[in-house]
């Protein structure tokens, strides 16, 4: 059952036509702001972090924490990034949200100055590619959720694929994991570790996961935060439950750097090709990767390469040279 459903009427009817209205009309005109739905909360990502978790406590009741680390200036470790979120106020009322938006204006200025000194440019280009392929109507990949944790994976992003000319009732899920940088290239590529985290998900976290990532289309359209309107008139539904699609997007670095992405792609396609089967399921796993530096932002079907692919491209560029 979906995780996100805990309270996620009321949210919707206070964002709609209640307390929440001027924040709901300050997402819609802001693009550079992001809402994410989550169990029994709200997350707004701005440049790639949280600006505010709002948390739905009773009937017409909110708090709202911001992680207090952007104050600081300071680098800070991976894995401690979101985990200092202090309670900041309460929302209870519309006028309490007209000075809640406006200190998401204020918390703006405070995560720019911070990213101005210690950038974040994977988490920063992440919510980019999400911004582009969702105001694209031509895109074949609609971005449903960013930062999505199941069962110990925290996924960069959830992405619908919709093929050509089909409405949004037809779809098939897709788990996309970013590399930006050569950094991210590093020692430690994380690729084949990404791949088994998506592998050993059982059948219910993947039936989790679908229906998670319908609800949360069908409350963004809901609240109108969906521009491919024409594709919407039959409804949002992921119909293809036989096969997930992993991408692997790439951006940021050059050919030269790919050693440590190849080795480790290796692995996965030599893993595929015995059995590209999920754990336990018949659900068959398809891997791809899309590379900004040849296709640019927006996604389309046919710039995303199989591993074999990729390999007789680097092998075609190296040749160049």
């Known amino acids: 059952m979906s995780r996100i459903n805990e309270g996620i009427s009321e949210m919707l009817k206070d964002l709609k036509e209640g307390i929440l209205q001027d924040l709901l009309n300050k997402l819609t005109n802001d693009d550079t702001l992001e809402l994410e739905f989550r169990t029994g909360y709200l997350s707004i990502y701005y440049r790639g972090g949280c600006v505010s978790k709002l948390v739905h ?47 998401i204006i204020n918390r703006k200025e405070i995560m720019n100055s911070f990213f101005a000194k210690i950038p974040k440019r994977e988490r920063e280009f992440q919510q980019l590619v999400e911004r582009e392929n969702n105001d694209n109507k031509e895109s074949n990949f609609y971005i449903s959720d960013i930062e999505y944790a199941r069962e110990n994976n925290r996924f960069d992003m959830l992405a619908v694929q919709r093929i ?81 699609d992993l991408i692997f997007l790439i951006s940021g670095i050059t050919l030269k750097h790919n050693q440590k992405l190849l080795e480790e792609l290796d692995k996965v396609n030599a893993d595929l090709k015995e059995n590209n089967k999920i754990s336990n399921t018949n659900i068959k796993l398809n891997v791809g990767i899309f590379c900004t530096y040849l296709a640019g932002n927006v996604m389309y079907d046919r710039d995303i390469l199989s591993i074999d692919d990729f390999f007789k491209l680097h092998e075609f560029r190296k040749n160049l040279n």
């Open 57 to 103: 406590k009773d009937v017409n009741c909110y708090e709202d924490y911001f992680d207090e680390n952007y104050n600081k200036e300071r680098e800070i470790n991976p894995e401690d990034e979101g985990k200092n979120q202090k309670l900041q106020g309460e929302i209870k009322s519309s006028e309490d949200c007209k000075a809640f938006v406006k200190e």
């Open 164 to 244: 050509d000319g089909k409405p949004y009732n037809e779809l098939k899920l897709s788990i996309i994991e970013m590399k930006y940088g050569a950094k991210a290239i590093g020692d430690k590529c994380g690729i084949y570790e990404h791949y088994l985290g998506v592998k050993n998900l059982t059948k219910e976290a993947i039936e989790d996961i679908i229906e998670d990532t319908e609800v949360s289309m069908q409350c963004k359209n809901e609240l109108k935060l969906i521009k491919a309107k024409d594709y919407i008139e039959r409804g949002i539904k992921i119909v293809n439950n036989e096969e997930i």
